[in-house]
C-alpha cells in the first residue's frame, strides 16, 4: 500500500519552468520505482520519466534534456523539474508507484504560448 501526493503544477508561460513533487507514504517496497506520467486533453496517459532506487533514470524523449528526475529517500519524496517548457507539455501529470501500481491524484501543469 503507498499513498502519493503531487504538488507543484500551475499555469507558466513557454520558456518557463516548473518543479512538481510527490510526496509518498505506505510501504517502502513499493517505493523502489518512482515515475511520472502525463495526460493530455483528449490522450492517453503516458510515461514521462522514472527513476529507480539505485538513481538511474530514464526520460521520455520528448523531455531529454528539459526535464530532470530526482529523489530524496529521507523524505520519501521525488521531485520532477521540469525547464523550457512548450504548450505541448500541457497535461495532467501523476506520480505513480510502479512496484504496488499506486498513483496520485495529479496535478494541473499548463504551458501558455
Known amino acids: 500500500q503507498v499513498q502519493l501526493a503531487e504538488s507543484g503544477g500551475g499555469l507558466v508561460q513557454a520558456g518557463g519552468s516548473m518543479r512538481l513533487s510527490c510526496a509518498a507514504a505506505g510501504d517502502a517496497d513499493c517505493l523502489s520505482t518512482m515515475a511520472w506520467y502525463r495526460q493530455a486533453p483528449g490522450k492517453e496517459r503516458a510515461l514521462v520519466a522514472a527513476?529507480?532506487?539505485?538513481?538511474?533514470?530514464y526520460y521520455t524523449h520528448s523531455v531529454t534534456g528539459r526535464f530532470t528526475l530526482s529523489r530524496d529517500h529521507a523524505k520519501s519524496t521525488v521531485y520532477l523539474q521540469m525547464n523550457s517548457l512548450n504548450p505541448e507539455d500541457t497535461a495532467v501529470y501523476y506520480c505513480h508507484a510502479e512496484a504496488c501500481a499506486g498513483w496520485g491524484q495529479g496535478t494541473q501543469v499548463t504551458v501558455s504560448s
Open positions: 527513476i529507480h532506487s539505485g538513481g538511474s533514470t
